[in-house]
């Protein structure tokens, strides 16, 4: 049985749709990115499969469940999410903020963490390099950290399904490997089933199974990386070339722009001729 099957989605912010007749399912260590360009609606999909949003049309199973019949606890078992931008509210320490993913579990929400509830929080800001800030508050960190510590209060957690807004967002190159690198151990150790938005596609390919690319709201195409990924479909969805090589590392196809020329207004100058000082 599918862990998130998605049937027919039509989500927007008003009466005009941002998305629509969106259709994916998620198994258990299934790694699936949603890429296109700027406005195409990988965003509004992550946040309305979990209708965070006002206008959402269509069904979203949970492990069969109809998302609509389930209690906000029982949502929580199942799906972690990781917002693209989060703003802190309250001056919350890294760890309060990382612990409070462990408080579906409680009957009521506690004041402080007991011993058991120590190793999943420990380690999830371990494995995403937040643990030596663990007593720093959030207004305290750099866009960058506090991506991290989201993505730790995720997987903290501890859900079947991980649903990611652009994770490498606000990451230097190094953490954005490291990001990619834990999601894909995830997937084939613990057989997490996780989807994201993504905007960097050479990521994307290297270690995602499936990828979806949607266009103006729709899906356009979807496969595997090596089956899927050509120069002309990347012309279509982005308007683009681009040149495709196979990675030497992972041996799956590598996005490169080509570029035509500087554009207006970044022609390079002539030289200035040699002056007779330049020339003694």
Request: charged share 25%.
């Amino acid at each position: 049985m599918k862990l998130l099957t998605v049937e027919n989605l039509e989500a927007g912010y008003d009466t005009r749709p941002v998305i629509s007749g969106i259709s994916l399912g998620l198994e258990p260590g299934q790694f699936l990115a949603v890429c296109g360009p700027n406005g195409s609606g990988k965003s509004t999909l992550i946040k309305a499969i979990q209708r965070l949003i006002p206008m959402v049309r269509g069904r979203v199973l949970v492990n069969g469940q109809d998302l609509t019949r389930l209690k906000a606890r029982e949502i929580a078992a199942w799906l972690a999410y990781v917002p693209q931008v989060f703003e802190p509210v309250f001056e919350f320490t890294v760890e309060q903020t990382v612990a409070m993913a462990r408080y579906y579990r409680q009957s009521s929400y506690p004041r402080g963490r007991s011993s058991g509830e120590q190793d999943p929080v420990t380690e999830a800001m371990r494995l995403t390099g937040v643990y030596e800030l663990k007593d720093k508050r959030l207004n305290e960190l750099s866009g960058g950290e506090r991506q991290r510590v989201l993505i730790a209060r995720a997987l903290a957690q501890d859900t079947p399904v991980l649903l990611l807004d652009e994770p490498s967002s606000h990451l230097d190159l190094n953490y954005q490997l490291q990001v990619y690198q834990l999601l894909k151990k995830l997937q084939k150790e613990k057989s997490k089933a996780i989807l994201v938005a993504e905007h960097n596609l050479n990521l994307a390919v290297a270690y995602c199974s499936d990828l979806v690319f949607l266009k103006e709201g729709r899906a356009a195409a979807r496969g595997r990386p090596l089956e899927l990924l050509k120069e002309e479909l990347i012309r279509q969805i982005f308007g683009v070339e681009v040149e495709l090589r196979l990675n030497r590392s992972t041996g799956l196809p590598e996005i490169s722009l080509l570029h035509q020329g500087p554009g207006p207004g970044m022609e390079k100058e002539n030289p200035p001729a040699p002056t007779s000082e330049s020339r003694d």
